[in-house]
């Protein structure tokens, strides 16, 4: 294996400590890369229901028939779906180009606070998801394939997270001693 690719995932471990300048900023910018691996798989996420707007409209109207909605109200609920759809597809466009962009200043930066937040947010989606779940709110078909290789991706994700804020505090320790 080639000695460059051995340093960035000796890096990208979380349960082995930085041993100098260069492991630390190595480390700290593997949360860069994790970042942008989940804004790209957040990209296609967003293409994929901006290209069938059918899944999106057929899972709103499950989860409205599992919260047993008069027909009428339904039809309003809907018609609401439909006129937010280009926005939340924007909005979704919006998020994936702030993903990025955080990425891009966790890799010049390497700061810890960016590793904190994500793993921050990692947590609320999981401890939400789990509620929802748990109080039957979640439609039928919406943990498809995709949403478990999100889920996947996540968990695999969050090691490398998880070594850069390790990385980035051992860089502020050995920046305050330079």
Do not use: H
């Not at 400590?17 to 996420?45: C, D, F, H, T, Y």
């Not at 008069?70 to 280009?86: S, V, W």
């Not at 996540?154 to 998880?162: R, W």
Request: charged content about 15%; cysteine-free.
């Amino acid at each position: 294996m080639n000695q460059n690719v051995k340093l960035w995932l000796r890096a990208a471990n979380p349960f082995t400590p930085p041993r100098g300048m260069a492991e630390a900023q190595r480390a700290a910018r593997v949360g860069a890369v994790a970042l942008g691996i989940e804004a790209l798989a957040s990209a296609i996420s967003s293409i994929r229901t901006m290209a069938d707007p059918s899944y999106m409209r057929d899972l709103m109207s499950q989860q409205f028939a599992q919260m047993q909605i008069p027909a009428k109200e339904l039809e309003f609920q809907m018609a609401i779906f439909d006129a937010m759809r280009p926005m939340m597809a924007m909005l979704s466009l919006a998020i994936v180009v702030l993903m990025a962009t955080v990425a891009v200043v966790q890799w010049r930066q390497m700061t810890r606070s960016i590793p904190i937040a994500m793993l921050l947010f990692g947590a609320y989606s999981i401890v939400t998801t789990i509620g929802v779940l748990a109080f039957g709110f979640f439609p039928k078909g919406a943990m498809d394939g995709w949403a478990m290789f999100s889920w996947a991706l996540f968990a695999i994700l969050s090691l490398p997270v998880i070594a850069s804020y390790r990385g980035a505090t051992a860089l502020e320790k050995l920046k305050r001693t330079y």
